[in-house]
């Protein structure tokens, strides 16, 4: 998968919108779940490169 949001992405707005991360799943989950193979090699960059990156958030983005 290509793109940062791929690895990070945002699950809903505020106020009626919010929505309990815990419970999500990511797009990577998901299509491991539906029977694909995936090269992770980009994604595990975008992982790693994760500290390093600003908080998604109410208040500011990457």
Do not use: H, K
């Amino acid at each position: 998968m290509f793109g940062w949001s791929s690895t990070n992405p945002v699950y809903g707005g505020t106020g009626s919108g919010s929505v309990d991360e815990s419970t999500c799943v990511s797009l990577l989950q998901g299509l491991e779940e539906a029977g694909f193979e995936l090269n992770t090699t980009i994604s595990d960059f975008y992982t790693e490169f994760l500290d390093e990156r600003p908080t998604v958030g109410m208040n500011g983005q990457d």
